[in-house]
Structure formats: structure tokens, C-alpha cells
């Protein structure tokens, strides 16, 4: 997978509770650590239902891109912000994190759709 690729998936499979409140309405956002300590945004399901053991939505649409300048934005719920040791990052993101407004839009600023959106009037 390469910058500008579509990973194209309409589920993400997880248990975790720290997700539960994505049910009252909201999206996962998809990120892996790539090597040399990047971060990439990959994908995000819209929406998400929990069925099983997975959240399943309309399939992601958004392109991979690289977030890696974003790190030391993003201050999630908790306020710590993503914090890692050089060539860890990949073990930071092993738990789920709630986002705030402020990361939220960081991250759609920096997501790619791989499809324009609908005739304007119709966005939601």
C-alpha cells in the first residue's frame, strides 16, 4: 500500500469497549505506522454498526495519506496526545482513542476522497 491508494474496506474488526460509544453516531478513523515512525491515515467508515465482533459501514472512500505532521496536533479526549518513543509508534496505536472536535477536523482536512462527493446541496 502506497500513499494515494484506496484501502478499500467497509469493516473494522474489534471488540474494544473504548469503541462502543462510536454506536451513537460518529466514524472510525483508520491509521497505521508505517516505518520510520509515519503515521498514515488510511481509511474512514462513516457511520459504523456493530454487528458481531465488528463495525461494518458504507465502504471507505478516502485515500492513504501521510498524517506524520499531525502527530504532535492531535491531543484526543484524554488531552496526552499520541506520544511514542523513536520507532514505537506502531505500539502506541494499539488502543482505540477518542478524538476531539479539533483532531476530527485535522484529519478530514488531510483525508483525500478517492470519489468527488455528490452534486453540491446533497452533502451531509
Known sequence: MSIGDLFETSEYQSKNKALESI???GSLF???????????LVGILEQPVFVGDRW????????CA???EL????????GAGLKAKPGALGMALQSPRKLTD???ALL???????????PPGRRR
Open 71 to 78: 502527530v504532535d496536533r492531535l491531543v484526543f479526549e484524554t
Open 102 to 104: 479539533a483532531d476530527v
Open 56 to 63: 461494518t459501514a458504507q465502504a471507505n472512500i478516502v485515500k
Open 30 to 40: 483508520l491509521v497505521t505506522a508505517r516505518p520510520g515512525d509515519e503515521l498514515w
Open 108 to 118: 478530514r482536512k488531510a483525508a483525500v476522497p478517492s470519489k468527488p462527493a455528490g
Open 23 to 25: 454506536a451513537e453516531g
Open 66 to 68: 501521510d498524517i506524520t
